[in-house]
Nanobody, 116 residues
Framework: QVQPVESGGGLVQAGGSLRLSCEAS????????MGWYRQAPGKQRELVAVISSSGSTNYLDSVKGRFTISRDSAKNTVYLQMNSLKPEDTADYYC??????????WGKGTQVTVSS
């Protein structure tokens, strides 16, 4: 079993920065893809950024150039550095870990609020 736990959310003014962290415990050797998703009120959950075990990344178009995903394998942690935040980035942010055997593990989420 794998358990991701997010941290780092909060309230920030537009233009500010936050860094989200997701630390994984359990059978983490099976994890090959780590990602961040978000869900705003009344909207569907969307992929924000993913990073593979090889380090390749992919981003939602609206966050390219502002957000950076990274991982520290030694700490079993994936990060999302969010700069130049906008009110439309307000959402609950979730960490998802994908295992090589096909299972997905979700964290409980962390709230990000960007004030204008």
């Amino acid at each position: 079993q794998v358990q991701p736990v997010e941290s780092g959310g909060g309230l920030v003014q537009a233009g500010g920065s936050l860094r989200l962290s997701c630390e994984a415990s359990g059978n983490i050797k099976s994890i090959n893809v780590m990602g961040w998703y978000r869900q705003a009120p009344g909207k569907q959950r969307e992929l924000v950024a993913v990073i593979s075990s090889s380090g390749s990344t992919n981003y939602l178009d609206s966050v390219k150039g502002r957000f950076t995903i990274s991982r520290d394998s030694a700490k079993n942690t994936v990060y999302l550095q969010m700069n130049s935040l906008k009110p439309e980035d307000t959402a609950d942010y979730y960490c998802k870990l994908h295992a090589a055997y096909g299972m997905d593990y979700w964290g409980k989420g962390t709230q990000v609020t960007v004030s204008s």
